[in-house]
Protein backbone atom coordinates (compact mmCIF):
# COMPACT_ATOMS: atom_id res chain seq x y z
CA UNK A 1 0.00 0.00 0.00
CA UNK A 2 1.42 3.10 -0.96
CA UNK A 3 1.22 6.82 1.01
CA UNK A 4 -1.56 8.15 -0.86
CA UNK A 5 -4.15 5.07 0.34
CA UNK A 6 -2.74 5.70 3.73
CA UNK A 7 -3.52 9.09 3.69
CA UNK A 8 -6.61 7.94 2.22
CA UNK A 9 -7.34 6.03 5.07
CA UNK A 10 -6.08 8.27 8.06
CA UNK A 11 -8.34 11.46 6.83
CA UNK A 12 -11.51 8.96 6.52
CA UNK A 13 -11.05 7.62 9.66
CA UNK A 14 -10.54 11.43 11.45
CA UNK A 15 -13.84 12.42 9.43
CA UNK A 16 -15.54 9.64 10.73
CA UNK A 17 -15.03 10.27 14.28
CA UNK A 18 -15.55 13.86 14.16
CA UNK A 19 -19.39 12.87 13.10
CA UNK A 20 -19.36 10.20 15.47
CA UNK A 21 -18.37 12.70 17.94
CA UNK A 22 -20.83 15.73 16.63
CA UNK A 23 -23.80 12.81 16.80
CA UNK A 24 -23.00 12.09 20.24
CA UNK A 25 -23.63 15.74 21.27
CA UNK A 26 -26.39 16.66 19.91
CA UNK A 27 -27.68 13.34 21.65
CA UNK A 28 -26.97 15.38 25.08
CA UNK A 29 -29.30 17.71 27.01
CA UNK A 30 -28.48 20.97 27.70
CA UNK A 31 -30.77 22.06 30.40
CA UNK A 32 -29.54 23.68 33.64
CA UNK A 33 -30.70 22.60 37.26
CA UNK A 34 -32.69 25.74 37.55
CA UNK A 35 -34.61 27.55 34.56
CA UNK A 36 -33.79 31.32 36.61
CA UNK A 37 -30.00 30.42 37.53
CA UNK A 38 -28.35 33.79 37.03
CA UNK A 39 -31.68 35.71 38.37
CA UNK A 40 -31.35 33.04 41.68
CA UNK A 41 -27.84 33.58 41.85
CA UNK A 42 -28.25 37.58 42.25
CA UNK A 43 -30.48 36.64 44.95
CA UNK A 44 -28.22 34.33 46.97
CA UNK A 45 -27.44 36.20 49.33
CA UNK A 46 -31.00 35.86 51.06
CA UNK A 47 -30.47 32.44 50.90
CA UNK A 48 -27.39 32.91 52.90
CA UNK A 49 -28.58 34.73 55.78
CA UNK A 50 -31.78 32.60 55.85
CA UNK A 51 -29.12 29.44 55.74
CA UNK A 52 -27.40 31.68 58.77
CA UNK A 53 -30.94 31.99 60.65
CA UNK A 54 -31.16 28.54 60.61
CA UNK A 55 -27.93 27.81 61.92
CA UNK A 56 -28.24 30.14 64.99
CA UNK A 57 -31.39 27.95 66.00
CA UNK A 58 -30.31 25.15 68.54
CA UNK A 59 -32.53 22.56 67.34
CA UNK A 60 -30.95 21.15 64.61
CA UNK A 61 -33.40 19.93 61.03
CA UNK A 62 -33.41 16.18 60.28
CA UNK A 63 -34.17 14.08 57.78
CA UNK A 64 -34.50 10.91 57.82
CA UNK A 65 -35.94 7.60 55.36
CA UNK A 66 -38.15 5.34 56.50
CA UNK A 67 -39.34 2.79 54.44
CA UNK A 68 -41.76 4.24 51.82
CA UNK A 69 -41.49 7.64 53.31
CA UNK A 70 -39.15 10.73 53.93
CA UNK A 71 -39.62 12.27 57.33
CA UNK A 72 -38.53 16.33 57.48
CA UNK A 73 -38.38 17.24 60.45
CA UNK A 74 -38.06 20.77 61.07
CA UNK A 75 -36.39 22.57 64.66
CA UNK A 76 -39.62 23.91 66.58
CA UNK A 77 -38.31 27.29 67.01
CA UNK A 78 -38.94 27.64 63.24
CA UNK A 79 -42.69 26.93 62.74
CA UNK A 80 -45.64 28.54 63.62
CA UNK A 81 -48.80 29.52 63.06
CA UNK A 82 -47.80 31.46 59.99
CA UNK A 83 -45.27 29.14 58.30
CA UNK A 84 -45.18 29.35 54.72
CA UNK A 85 -42.25 27.71 52.57
CA UNK A 86 -41.59 25.04 49.40
CA UNK A 87 -39.42 21.91 49.20
CA UNK A 88 -37.85 21.58 45.93
CA UNK A 89 -36.35 18.54 45.51
CA UNK A 90 -34.12 18.78 42.01
CA UNK A 91 -32.81 15.76 40.11
CA UNK A 92 -29.96 17.03 37.83
CA UNK A 93 -30.16 14.33 35.38
CA UNK A 94 -33.84 15.09 34.68
CA UNK A 95 -35.66 17.85 34.90
CA UNK A 96 -38.91 16.80 33.92
CA UNK A 97 -38.29 14.43 37.77
CA UNK A 98 -37.98 17.45 39.87
CA UNK A 99 -40.55 17.64 42.90
CA UNK A 100 -41.56 20.89 43.95
CA UNK A 101 -44.35 21.42 46.70
CA UNK A 102 -45.65 23.08 49.22
CA UNK A 103 -44.35 23.17 53.17
CA UNK A 104 -47.17 21.94 55.17
CA UNK A 105 -45.59 20.63 58.12
CA UNK A 106 -48.06 19.50 60.93
CA UNK A 107 -47.73 21.03 64.88
CA UNK A 108 -44.67 19.03 65.70
CA UNK A 109 -42.94 20.37 62.57
CA UNK A 110 -42.99 17.51 60.71
CA UNK A 111 -43.87 16.68 57.32
CA UNK A 112 -44.06 13.30 55.77
CA UNK A 113 -43.31 12.50 51.57
CA UNK A 114 -44.18 9.64 49.85
CA UNK A 115 -41.48 8.24 48.04
CA UNK A 116 -44.14 7.41 44.98
CA UNK A 117 -43.22 11.24 44.09
CA UNK A 118 -39.62 10.50 43.27
CA UNK A 119 -38.40 7.79 41.17
CA UNK A 120 -34.62 6.26 42.66
CA UNK A 121 -31.90 8.21 42.81
CA UNK A 122 -29.82 11.45 43.92
CA UNK A 123 -32.12 15.00 44.63
CA UNK A 124 -30.89 17.98 46.08
CA UNK A 125 -32.79 19.26 48.26
CA UNK A 126 -33.96 23.12 49.09
CA UNK A 127 -36.17 23.72 51.91
CA UNK A 128 -36.96 27.25 51.81
CA UNK A 129 -39.39 28.90 54.69
CA UNK A 130 -40.68 31.83 56.42
CA UNK A 131 -41.55 31.97 60.11
CA UNK A 132 -43.22 35.19 61.57
CA UNK A 133 -40.74 37.47 59.26
CA UNK A 134 -37.93 35.20 59.80
CA UNK A 135 -36.74 32.94 56.96
CA UNK A 136 -34.53 29.95 56.72
CA UNK A 137 -32.70 27.74 54.03
CA UNK A 138 -31.50 24.59 54.26
CA UNK A 139 -29.83 22.52 51.10
CA UNK A 140 -28.47 18.93 50.86
CA UNK A 141 -28.49 15.81 48.73
CA UNK A 142 -30.85 13.27 49.03
CA UNK A 143 -30.60 10.08 47.33
CA UNK A 144 -33.69 8.24 47.19
CA UNK A 145 -33.80 4.00 47.26
CA UNK A 146 -37.21 2.20 47.12
Not at 89 to 118: E, H, W, Y
Amino acid sequence: MNWGYKILIGFSTFVIAMLCMVGVAMKQSNEMIDDNYYDKELKYQDKIDASNNLSAVAEKLSITDSGDVVVLQLPLATIGNNTTGTIECIRSAAQNKDVKMRLQVDASGKQVLPKTLFINGVYQLRLDWMTNGTSYFHQQVLTITK
